[in-house]
């Protein structure tokens, strides 16, 4: 065990990856990168390390794996330029899956996917890049989520759904099965989605709706 990785982004979405990480027990050292004013502080065990300045120098230094570690909720832009920016310079973008979780045969996952405490992927579902699966969200069989987007807690997408890129689909939506829902769109939390959604619209209630352009 002799393997380091960098989490970028030391909020609160980092503490659960964090604990993730910390319960799989395969890196041997874990450092965050954040604001050059944490430098040296602790976030749940681990310490910032660096900024985004100081990558290329810690890559070089032996951290050969970084995860974006900033939330999603809205404007998922800098989690997908932070992405690029690892894969330039080379670092290894791992999916990282809680060991409470439970992943199905046949499942696709990209690169940079977080599956967290108690999320369920089902048999033939595919997930792409960066994608956040959150604290007991339920991802059911032949399901596909697009890249970057995230399913906040408690999200339950019955079979053959389809998620577009870059969507939010906010915590304890019900989404009925084969239902498509574009990209970049947001799913209000609490909503029952029983027709699909198209691109660039928020969302919610039960039936949902859309109520406006992104």
């Known amino acids: ?13 980092c503490e659960s990856v964090l604990d993730s990480l910390l319960g799989l027990g395969i890196y041997a050292e874990i450092g965050i990168i954040d604001n050059e004013k944490f430098l ?5 065990g681990a310490f ?13 230094a032996g951290y050969g794996s970084a995860f ?3 939330g999603s909720i809205g404007d998922t832009g800098p989690r997908i330029k932070i992405f690029e920016r690892l894969k330039k310079l080379g670092f290894e973008t791992p999916n990282i899956i809680d ?3 439970v992943v199905g045969q046949n499942v696709e996952l990209g690169t940079g996917v977080y599956i967290g405490k108690n999320a369920v992927v089902n048999a033939g579902a595919k997930i792409g890049n960066g994608v956040i699966i959150n604290t007991g969200a339920i991802v059911e069989h032949g399901s596909t989520i697009g890249d970057f987007a995230h399913l906040a807690p408690g ?9 577009g890129a870059r969507t939010h689909v906010g915590a304890g939506c019900v989404i009925r099965q084969q239902i498509t829902i574009g990209r970049d769109t947001t799913i209000g939390m609490g909503s029952v989605v029983l027709k699909d959604i198209g691109d660039h619209l928020v969302a919610y209630g039960n039936p949902c709706k859309a109520v406006r352009k992104k």
């Open 1 to 13: 065990m002799n393997k380091r990785i960098l989490l970028l982004g030391g909020g609160g979405h």
């Open 40 to 44: 040296g502080s602790g976030v749940a």
């Open 48 to 60: 910032v390390v660096g900024c985004d300045d100081d990558l290329p120098a810690l890559y070089a």
């Open 68 to 70: 974006v570690t900033i």
């Open 99 to 101: 060991p409470t979780a």
């Open 155 to 163: 999200a339950i997408l019955c079979g053959r759904v389809y998620v």
